[in-house]
């Protein structure tokens, strides 16, 4: 066979396989897990590294079918991608590609407010919202200036996000090491509740701190050797993120009661103060602002390079494929984007966001699990990687169990947001059929012939 995987790109492949790695665990090793122990200790008490380990088996389903749609089929527009080729409906390939794009510009909305809120407060005291606008159009330059230098702060600061977890199992190692901590906690469930009916809920929170890996789908045009280097990174990354938050998990259940860790706002400072090993307050606030922004540049970057993809599939205006000439970055997708997160920041209801950017992703989740199975019989002339055919029907059956738990209100939105989607399709199409009745009469044959393709 011949290898068509990396067939002409107008975008730069300079994604490296290591680079790879750290964009995919920079994304999933996100701030969530900051605040996420607190939140767990009320669903599983002590037994925090349970949920996370069956959230990681979870996203593992879904990502082996990743692994096989985006190295058959190796183009920007990731899950949008799939469905087209899978359904062969433009709709259905919007709304999915418009759930991932509207989930990624909601989450950085989310995370430029966290970024602006009481992280920095610690050290400069201004006002949140300017500062979560301003810090949306840095990173916007940041993605524009190019897909290397973007790659190359996403290492530093996947480097210095990992850091701040190694810190909290080192020093509670160092604890129990000392006759510190209670080890008998790592068992223990909250009374009255069954383990698994715990362990369950539990895992339904901690499947948010696995998104992110879906969004390596939209640079894959950018990487060098796609077919080989991207299911070892997947995976990779994915099993790294894993083992780094169950041993987290640990820790925190050893170092304090789960009591203490719901009652904390910062539960992994909490659980570094409560060894007793002298680490500043303060390097805690800095490597979650690290955390944070390396999550919103990552997500920045899929979301701008999703709505290039769309546009280059003729799902969204055309003017959205626009690439700079130098840096081959899509500029006008990057600045669509941006506008569009800055507007979000205005709304500020963090949890209802982060909710919906968890059901837009599974109703996302779900098609490309579908296509995998329904896309069998296409067959491609480049090798590609291939899942065995039960994980994507588990894929299918984790995202029903987890939308099945999710909130009205959260529905509601989500429903309001897919609506938005089908507005603006509905436009878009009417807009491009407009213009071609409009200039195909005054048009030479040949760019008739340019205009169609």
Known sequence: MTDDSQAPSRLRRAITGPLLFAFILGDVLGAGIYALMGVLSAEVGGMLWAPLLLALLLALLTAGSYAELVTKYPRAGGAAVFAERAFHSRIVSFLVGFSMMAAGVVSAAGLAIAFAGQYLQTFFALPVIPVAMLFLLIVAALNARGIRESMGANLVMTAIEVSGLVIVIVVVAMFVAGGGGDVSRVTQAPEGTSVAVAVLGGAIIAYY????????ANVIEEVKNPTKMY?????AALITAGVVYVLVGLASSIALPPEELEDSTGPLLAVVEATGIGVPSWLFSLIALIAVANGALLTMIMASRLAYGMAEQGLLPDVLA????????PWVAIVATTVVAMLLTLIGDLATLAETVVLLLLFVFMSANVSVLVLRRDR???EHFRVWTFVPVLGIASC????????PMVWLFGAILLAVGFVLYLLAQWGRRRNKDVSAPDLPRQEDDLTAR
């Open 209 to 216: 701190s696995f998104v992110g890996f879906e969004t390596s």
């Open 231 to 235: 299911p070892k990174a997947l995976f």
């Open 400 to 407: 029903i169990l987890l939308l099945t738990q999710q909130r």
């Open 380 to 382: 491609v002339e480049h």
């Open 322 to 329: 626009r690439v700079l000439p130098r840096r081959k970055t």
